[in-house]
C-alpha cells in the first residue's frame, strides 16, 4: 500500500512496502534530502539500516548530478572528522583490488 493509503486507513500498516516508499520519496519529492523526518531517522541510523547501500548509491548519484548542497554536506562532514578515523572507517569497507591498490601506492 501507499504511505497515503495507510495514513488514511492505518489497518492497511502491515502491507506498506517501506523500501518501495523510501525510493518513491528519494525520486519524486524534491525536498525529501532536507526534511527534519529523514534527518530525524539518519540520527538514529535506523533508515539506513533498511538499505545502505541504497542510499550510498542515492548520494553519489546526486554527487556526479551536481548537486552542490549534497557536495557541501559531504565536505563538512569530510572536514569535521580526523582524517585517521576516516579511514578506520572506509578502509575496511574496500574491495581486496582496491586495498591493494593503495597499499601498493
Not at 10 to 15: I, N
Not at 34 to 56: T, Y
Not at 79 to 99: R, V
Request: net charge negative; with cysteine; glycine share 4%.
Amino acid at each position: 500500500q501507499a504511505p497515503v493509503t495507510v495514513a488514511a486507513k492505518p489497518h492497511y500498516f502491515c502491507e506498506l512496502h517501506v523500501l518501495r516508499s523510501i525510493r518513491n520519496f528519494v525520486d519524486d519529492v524534491p525536498h525529501f534530502w532536507q526534511s527534519s523526518e529523514l534527518r530525524e531517522q539518519v540520527a538514529s541510523g535506523e533508515i539506513l539500516h533498511i538499505d545502505p547501500d541504497f542510499f550510498a548509491d542515492a548520494l553519489l548519484q546526486k554527487l556526479s548530478e551536481g548537486s552542490g548542497t549534497v557536495r557541501e554536506l559531504m565536505e563538512r562532514v569530510l572536514e569535521e572528522h580526523p582524517f585517521q578515523a576516516l579511514c578506520q572507517k572506509l578502509l575496511p569497507l574496500l574491495q581486496p583490488p582496491s586495498l591493494l591498490a593503495i597499499l601498493n601506492g
